[in-house]
């Protein structure tokens, strides 16, 4: 048998030896590495330090509550009052009736108030007849008189005559609302006439000087030369 051709069979198994335990002997250096690597996670879940590792810097110690921060006091309610209970009123279907309206006085003053009513014909002497009442400031005051007549050639004849007045009291002066009412009768003229009557209705609104007669109208019948006069004085009794 030849020798060289055994040397080179032997040569190339001694190759292939080395060459693997080149290649074993990294491997076996890297799983000491590859176990400590996997060892380090472990320690770490565990709490251990590792070798070449600092120490776990412990958790901070958690912060005090803030203290609570005190509410401004309320002022105390006042108590209410006990309310009467309400009693429900019966309905009766009607509207209510509307407030009466206050009817405001005036001073404690009287006025006397004088009435002159003057009946003239023609030329012939006036026939005056006066009327006087005392009428406290802001009211009211009214006179009636009715006289009944008895005239040839007609029935019994009523003739009235009526005054009414109301003064107040403003400043210095004096404002008056006054009416009257009266007849004038008249004659026949003839024996087979019946004798006739006028009726005068007045009423007027004047502002008077305290204590000076002022004339308030004068009125006309319409079928003769008479006439009817009114005049007022009115004065302040203090």
Known sequence: MNVRWMITPVAIITLLAASAAAQTAPVAATRPAVAAARAIPVAQAAGVAAPDQAPPVPPAPPSPPAPPVAAAPQPPTPPRSAQAPRVPRASTGEAPAPPEARHVRGQLVNLRLEFTVTDQIGSAPPVKKIITMNVADGESGRIRTNAEVYRKGSAMTIVPLSVDASPEIEGSRIRLR???EYQLLKEATEPD????????????????????????????DPLTDRKVTLEVKATIIR
């Open 178 to 180: 006054a009416s009257l």
């Open 193 to 220: 006439l019946p004798a006739g009557k006028t009726s005068i209705t007045q009423m007027v609104t004047a502002v008077l000087n305290d204590g000076v007669s002022t004339i308030l109208s004068q009125s006309a």
